[in-house]
């Protein structure tokens, strides 16, 4: 692939596509693109997560191999063996085309990684947002809008008034017997509705006329029928109790043999009676519905469509001519009269109830976008739409072409998925046959994992892009190696598929083979993996879900057993619950499945849909904030001590009100004040506390302890989050009660996973997209789709010979060919929901079949329904000795096997630690800078206990200025390096001079340095780099040549000035030199939980001054809980732990300003004595919690502060090294408050 123009690349399931993108990444980034050029967009924001650090991963793999080639000096030859033993394409493509500029590949690749942080990988929706921001001005979209959670909100709003809008316009009449009729609902069902079309914003809505709506017809029909006297219907009689009565339609005489003789003889005598007095209200009345149906059943099937025949065949004695004479008699007439008048009125309502629906969608629609507007709001919908629409005409097109210069190269991964608006987009920017050759357009799909259309994908945004692709001379790729699947797997699966490839809707299926990646195999009973797709049929009147629980009985058993193992090189493993996954099209059996396993003992794992509102706890919370806000309502404060929080039952309750509530009162009382004074979270946590709430809601045993536990701590989080935006605690506790009352399923509302989440996995088809498991169940894998309950029909029609969507409100008259390209649509969905849930697993598939009903004595037997996987695996077999070898029937089981347990090697005692008895930390913290006293005044008040702000590396350098005459600079006998003396002091040098120590490989050769320095003068602007380097070349005494020479000549003092800080000793002959990558660890971040309490300031000073290393005066600490700090670098030098940390302060010209004498009186005077056992104790610490048999005496090291500008590679210089006693450090670790920690 070159990286020009555009390219199309179909992925089918588990072809390894995120492994290829994130290997085409690597050479997108070693070609013309650095990481700020390229973005890279996926459907959802965990797989972008995903995506960007396999990214970085083999950015980084890359790199590193490519140094080990360097560092190995391989010729041409060696070279040439090496790519051909080479197995990983990406590193076999590198060699071949970096083979004679290895250097600059590994340059450019550290470059990259550097500015990784740039590209941006995301959703389409986070990346319209981007552009929307980045390009206001350009897009005209300058007033930013946020987005909202509240969509479904404002639609309901919306819909409620768009109806009362419709309504109020209507005649009264329209109203009345549409509501007679069921057809004028509440807005809340019109809700799905309008959902569904708002995912369609760019398709055309087709409307219809306006329908009348007439009566008078049905109203005279009516009123003909009660004319209707007993002679009349009695001249009848011989057609329903005479010769004639059994010449009817056995559909029209019924099954009970009496014809049409209740009929006439009794429901319409009784139905005249009835409607004789204002024949057309009673019509309409629900009690006379059966009496009517009874009547009509004579021209009306069930479905209440006119019969298609109501005699037998014309014969004897039934002949023709008797037959016309029953039609034409009098009663017979009228009777149809209102048949045809009730179809006609019938069909008027249900045009006018089309007519509502299309208005409502209409105008919702057209409505919401300025809705969102007025309140400075928009959605991710609303925003593709916004930005698909300032893509439009000229100052479109200007827009389009800065966007596509600004970012020439973009990745889109699961295009099939996206919408219209979405690809309109895409289009316009790097589709554009103006400019699309200029950049790169990478494509990424499969047409058969395309299963959102109910959320606005596709098929035919993906068909047509697809062509426009092609037109515009695009490449074409395919990905058809399975690596997921174990290889029989694979072969039955396709074998499968073959039978019949096309899915609908354009999409073929194409055949795949199995990957490369190895599988450790699969023993059951000492065979590899036999048969792994099992077809299981149960009976007719069974439910399925007691066989898959039998199934996964067995299997289980088998694993404790050590009959069904996985084949591990490194032993043998079981297999698990953990390993199962049982998938379905619906929830409603995912329920009856998880009640079987959970019956038997099973443990399952499925992930919550329901909204942390509901349910009994969302509600003790509202109580308990009732009362707070209510303290002296008794009412309320016993409703919330009756809450399973507070503890309370009945009886207590009583005795409690024979005492008095007083306590209780003045405890909500004050928790109120605190809410109001001190803002919502401290008065919770102390409502908490006071009241022992965690401890009740454990109190009794019970499975749902940890999900109560989980659900509390979630809505203390989000009552928290809300707080800071509702003003005043009733509005955040308004707030709280109408999400109890009407809770959604929005992502933050949903109840979270727990700690203990393992078992058999549950979950639908859609949402185990993308996901691989070892052994699926298949519910239902042989079951017709469902009945079309959508309002709406999707249909095509061509413009300019493109395919458009088209959308209608489905009634009875729609045109026959929508119809049939709607139903087409739904069974290709079908048909790749199916393909999906099949090559999910990895080694063996159980599909669960329903075996048909048995046909009635004398009846044809039933044959299976070709739906589900049976539209597969009825055909013919394409390879009928693969399918024999890898696939078999299996019988279902008759009973439950008892369940085996597995052997208790050890029993492990577990004991909980006491529970602290303070536990409340404020968020406050400090770090060394805030504690030495040499800071500013104005930072002296309490410095701890306000938020930290990121400090740079060099924060806490001091340099000394010494005032000297011109006598005692000619005396100085021994200078320090030129680089060192002139290189510029303060903080953003010393943070530069760090931020080098950190990308530096402390064994890297001359060369290497030297790049990285180069590297780094020209990356790090962020420490003024590119400033740095004039000042250099400016003081530079030698100025020769050209600003390159003057660069290098500059890199070149710099490379030697980092060699002298390696190779100077550290402690004895210790110097940084000998460290590889694997025993040290740069820039060491930590946080030091401090003591529940003061800290004690004097206590640290007279532990110093004792230890002969006394400190200055330090801030005054009282209320921060956390100390935070990064050490430069942490070290393993073979026996003991060490810290360094790097010093840029310039203490002098002369190398005798950086002996060992100078540089403890700098540590005193900068209080760096202090920071070295701080972060001694935060090493001790560390190392407690990781290292087993840790001993202070035997694994802590001292602290070696580096002043840089001394360090000349000689022992004794620049380096002041300090080992305290381990006393010292445990003492000051007690003081800091570690005991109270423990505690």
Known sequence: ?????????????????????????????????????????????????????????????????????????????????????????????????????????SSRLKLVIAQLDELFVGTLDSFSQKLLREFSFESGKIERANITDQASVYTEQLLHDVLREWIQAQPQHVVDYMLLCGRLKSAADYEGLVNTSLNFASAEIQGIDQAQLEVQDLAEALQNLTSITIPQIEELKEYYDGEYSFSFSHYVAGSDKKGLQPLFTEALPKLIEKIKHNPLEHYFNSHLAALFNAVFAIYLNQDGKLRKSIFNKAKAPCTQEVQDAFFDHPVIRKIKAVVDAKLN?????????????????????????????????????????????????????????????????????????????????????????????????????????????????????????????????????????????????????????????????????????????????????????????????????????????????????????????????????????????????SHQKLDQAQYELERIGIQVNRSSQRSVFTGFLAKDVAAILTAILHPYDEAKVKRALLTRLLGYNLQQLIELEQQGLGQFIYDFDCIREMWVNKGFLTAWNYCLNLFKIWENLVAKRSFDNERHVVNLRHLTELLSRQSERHQGAYMLYYWYLQQVESPAKRDWEIERKLSNAAGVKLMTIHQSKGLEFKVVFLMSADQPPKSDKSALVFATQEEQGIEQ????????????????????????????????????????????????????????????????????????????????????????????????????????????????????????????????????????????????????????????????????????????????????????????????????????????????????????KEFNSDVLLVDLIAKLDTAKGSATVQEADIFAHMTEWLKDVLNTPLHDTFQLSALSTAHYLSEFPFYLALADQRLFIQAIQQLFEDAGHPIQDLNEAATARYLTGSIDLVYFDGQCYHIADYKSNYLGADQRDYEKTNLEHNMTQSSYWLQAALYLVA?????????????????????????????????????????????????????????????
């Open 805 to 1020: 969507r088209i959308i209608a409100i489905k009634h009875k008259d729609i045109d026959a060919t929508a119809m049939q390209q709607h139903s087409e649509r739904r069974l290709a969905e079908l048909n790749r929901l199916w393909y999906v849930a099949l090559t999910r697993a990895s080694y063996r598939v159980y599909a669960m079949l329903k075996q048909p009903t048995p046909a009635k004595e004398g009846k044809k037997e039933a044959a299976p329904k070709s739906a589900g996987l049976n539209v597969w695996r009825l055909q013919a077999p394409s390879s009928a000795e693969i399918a024999a070898a890898w696939s078999c029937d299996e019988a279902p089981l008759t009973q439950l096997a008892a369940a085996l347990q597995l052997e208790q090697v050890q029993e492990i005692k577990i004991e909980a630690a006491d529970f602290p008895q303070r536990r409340f930390y404020p968020r406050t913290k400090t770090s060394f800078s805030g504690l030495a006293q040499h800071l500013p005044a104005a930072m002296r008040s309490d410095t701890l206990a306000l938020a930290s702000e990121e400090q740079a590396a060099a924060a806490d350098e001091i340099n000394q200025e010494p005032v000297e005459t011109e006598q005692e600079i000619v005396q100085v006998a021994q200078p320090i390096a030129w680089i060192k003396a002139n290189f510029q002091r303060g903080t953003q040098a010393g943070s530069f001079l760090h931020k080098l120590f950190e990308y530096i490989d402390f064994q890297a050769s001359h060369d290497d340095i030297f790049e990285e320095v180069k590297r780094r003068f020209h990356n790090d």
């Open 1 to 105: 692939m070159q990286f020009k123009g555009l390219h199309w690349i179909e992925a089918s399931a588990g072809t390894g596509k995120t492994y290829t993108l994130s290997s085409l990444m690597v050479r997108i980034f070693l070609k013309d693109y650095l990481p700020n050029q390229v973005i890279a967009t996926t459907f959802t924001r965990a797989a972008a997560a995903e995506l960007k650090s396999r990214i970085r991963a083999r950015l980084l793999e890359t790199q590193q191999y490519i140094d080990q080639c360097l560092n190995q000096s391989l010729d041409q030859r060696a070279l040439t063996e090496k790519i051909a033993q080479l197995q990983d394409p990406l590193l076999k493509h590198i060699l071949q085309e970096y083979c004679l500029k290895l250097d600059y590949a």
């Open 1179 to 1239: 090493l001790h610490r560390y190392l407690g919690s990781r290292l087993q048999d840790y001993d202070i005496r035997q694994h802590l090291g001292g602290a070696s502060y580096l002043y840089l500008r001394g360090m000349q590679g000689q022992a004794g210089q620049g380096v002041c090294h300090w080992r305290p006693d381990a006393e010292f450090i445990l003492q000051l670790d007690q003081i800091l408050g570690y005991f109270e920690l423990k505690k």
């Open 345 to 585: 009125f019938e069909r008027q309502i249900e045009l006018v109830d089309t007519n509502l629906k299309f208005y409502l969608v209409q105008h919702v629609k057209q409505r919401l976008p300025q809705l969102l507007q007025q309140k400075g709001e928009t959605t991710f919908a609303q925003q593709i739409r916004s930005l698909a629409e300032a893509l439009q005409g000229e100052r479109g097109q200007r827009f389009a072409q800065f966007v596509h210069t600004r970012y020439p190269l973009i990745l889109v991964d699961e295009f099939q998925d996206t919408n219209q608006d979405q690809d309109d987009m895409l289009a316009q920017i790097w589709r554009n046959p103006k400019w699309y050759m200029r950049g790169c357009m990478i494509m990424v799909g499969d047409p058969k994992q395309a299963i959102y259309g109910f959320r606005g994908g596709d098929m035919l945004t993906y068909n047509n892009a697809r062509d426009d692709v092609l037109k515009k001379q695009g490449r074409i790729y395919s990905l058809r190696q399975n690596h997921r699947s174990v290889k029989e797997l694979v072969c039955v699966v396709d074998e499968l598929f073959q039978r019949q490839p096309a899915f609908g809707e354009k999409v073929i299926y194409e055949p795949v083979i199995a990957g490369s990646r190895p599988h450790p195999a699969l023993m059951d009973r000492q065979q590899v993996n036999p048969t792994p797709l099992r077809w299981v049929t149960v009976e007719h009147d069974q439910d399925e879900s007691i066989q898959i629980a039998r199934k996964i009985r067995e299997l289980l058993n088998q694993g404790i057993a050590g009959d069904l193992y996985f084949d591990h090189s490194s032993g043998k493993v079981a297999l698990q619950a953990d390993d199962i996954a049982i998938l379905s099209t």
